[in-house]
């Protein structure tokens, strides 16, 4: 009994600081988007991810959407889709395999025990590479300024995985937000948020049977171009 009252009480205590770190923060971690790409860019006005995202932006009463990505050949373009704003943060992981490589599983187990070493991540978005987070996340918020944002801006990892099995690699932009939970509210928060956040498309993609059941399907057309937007 005495086992169960102090168990109850840490969960609270982690509870109350998990709120308290990020109640007045400047993003509102939400998860993951999807599970498989629809559409090559599905980050474009009108695509099923996108709408969304917007949709996710418009429940919270939020101008604008903030979703990450693993940086690869696109400028990564902030858009409208609809009245929600949406704004293309991606990272490059100058150690990394790319997007496109391989997952290196002890290397992301260091990086989440202990974070992103400082220099190692150079951002893209808008077309233009920033060398620090504080660069990047400088222009995120002055865009989310310029279109009224106001209160947290709600952010996703793209969530997209180019292979493999989609309920277990978490795809495209995972260690971004990660990175940017850890880096606003602490690391305990960082793994709270990414944990419900695996939970997201399950409850929240109204695409989640299609793209699951079709996964492997999607990911060949996907890498070999037959899912190109034109």
Request: with cysteine.
């Amino acid at each position: 009994m005495k086992w169960g009252i102090v168990v109850i009480v840490i969960l609270l205590l982690i509870g109350g600081y998990i709120y308290a770190s990020s109640a007045n923060g400047d993003i509102e971690p939400l998860g993951r988007l999807g599970f498989v790409k629809l559409a090559n860019p599905d980050m474009y006005p009108g695509h099923p991810h996108s709408e969304l995202l917007a949709k996710y932006a418009e429940e919270r009463g939020s101008k604008c959407a903030l979703v990450v990505h693993f940086a690869g050949s696109s400028n990564y373009r902030s858009y409208k889709e609809g009245d929600v704003y949406i704004i293309e943060l991606a990272f490059h992981d100058t150690q990394g395999n790319g997007a496109a490589g391989n997952v290196n599983y002890f290397d992301s187990l260091k990086v989440a025990l202990f974070g992103v070493p400082d220099g190692r991540y150079t951002y893209k978005s808008d077309g233009k590479v920033y060398k620090t987070y504080e660069e990047a996340m400088d222009h995120v918020y002055e865009l989310a300024k310029e279109h009224g944002q106001v209160g947290p801006i709600p952010m996703v990892w793209h969530g997209t995985a180019r292979s493999g099995n989609p309920m277990i690699t978490q795809g495209c932009g995972y260690p971004l937000f990660f990175d940017i939970v850890r880096r606003e509210y602490g690391i305990i928060p960082a793994y709270y948020y990414t944990l419900k956040g695996m939970l997201l498309p399950y409850i929240g993609d109204p695409y989640r049977n299609f793209e699951l059941s079709h996964a492997s399907s999607l990911q060949y057309y996907y890498t070999h171009g037959m899912l190109d937007y034109e």
